[in-house]
């Protein structure tokens, strides 16, 4: 007995599977995570389409124009009416233009709200062409279920 | 030293506290910075500024299909029509497009050819939009996409009623 209440002053519990797990759970929040920038906000509810399927690769330079359903467009963080994407527009532009891209190479990805008006999305793309960009695309969320 | 070296314990303890510290600040720090992304995907359009609308229909190509899509006063989807002719449902549109289009595949065929021009009405919710270029441009079977029509245009937006 006395030799055991001297071994209980530093009690050893094996650290072993602890770590295993700890070490188990970083690599998989490592795997999980995301660290694509792909421009994604709450406030859209994508309509939901089944041959929306995930993109291969990113897309080169593109321009994220997102759409809510109260009609106001997101941009670079920004809460902006439709018709003022116009300026902003011709910034990105100028910018590409100055490092040597063609605008009309660019893509438009275009993550419109299911309940926002067609004729302001097609307002949006029309502002666009008239801008010089020709590529857009029409974003959607993947329906799995059937 | 003989001493010593006996006196050794069997066992080296090392102290784990730092690590274990820094283990559960890395994964505190990677849960909370997850994000779950949904998957999505993207309709390709390319629309030039300037072959719009009423381009010049040469020999060589397929007129475009005609695709109404008219809303009723809060939006929602009233009718669709295809070439002036009334269709029922989305999936009656697709199967009306494949009975023009037919089923033939590949860089020469009649799908690959045919366009579609989107005319919506300036208020219909834009989910029916997608749901009209989701059953133009493919079926899913057995999980895998059979593409129909690539190429889809809309006409200019028409004025806010």
């Known amino acids: ?146 | 030293m003989a001493r010593r070296e006996s006196q050794l314990p069997d066992k080296i303890h090392i102290d784990m506290t730092p690590m274990i510290d820094v283990v559960f600040q890395l994964i505190s720090f990677f849960m909370f910075s997850l994000k779950v992304v949904s998957p999505e995907g993207d309709f390709d359009i390319r629309m030039p500024l300037g072959r719009a609308a009423n381009a010049v229909v040469d020999d060589q190509q397929v007129p475009p299909i005609r695709v109404k899509l008219s809303a009723g006063p809060d939006g929602s989807l009233a009718g669709i029509s295809m070439n002036g002719n009334p269709v029922a449902d989305f999936n009656d549109l697709q199967k009306k497009v494949v009975s023009l289009v037919g089923t033939g595949r590949g860089p020469d065929s009649l799908a690959d050819k045919t366009e579609v021009e989107m005319d919506c009405d300036y208020g219909l919710n834009y989910a029916n939009v997608v749901r009209a270029i989701t059953a133009v441009s493919g079926t899913v079977q057995d999980g895998q996409i059979v593409e129909l029509i690539k190429k889809i245009k809309f006409t200019p937006p028409k004025a806010d009623q």
């Not at chain 1, 902003?88 to 233009?97: A, V």
């Open chain 1, 1 to 146: 007995m006395a030799k055991r209440s001297s071994e209980a002053a530093s009690t050893d519990i094996d650290m072993t599977p602890m770590i295993d797990m700890t070490f188990q759970l970083i690599t998989f929040f490592m795997f999980v995570m995301n660290f694509s920038e792909a421009e994604q906000d709450d406030r859209i509810q994508l309509p939901l389409s089944q041959l929306a399927k995930p993109v291969d690769g990113p897309v080169d330079k593109p321009i994220t124009l997102q759409l809510t359903s109260e009609g106001s467009v997101i941009y670079a963080g920004e809460m902006i009416g439709v018709r003022d994407i116009a300026g902003y527009l011709e910034r990105e532009k100028s910018f590409m233009l100055d490092s040597g891209k063609d605008p009309n190479t660019a893509t438009v990805i275009v993550r419109a709200d299911g309940r926002a008006k067609t004729g302001e999305v097609q307002e949006i793309i029309k502002i666009c062409q008239e801008k010089g960009f020709e590529k857009f695309a029409l974003r959607a969320q993947y329906d799995e279920g059937r």
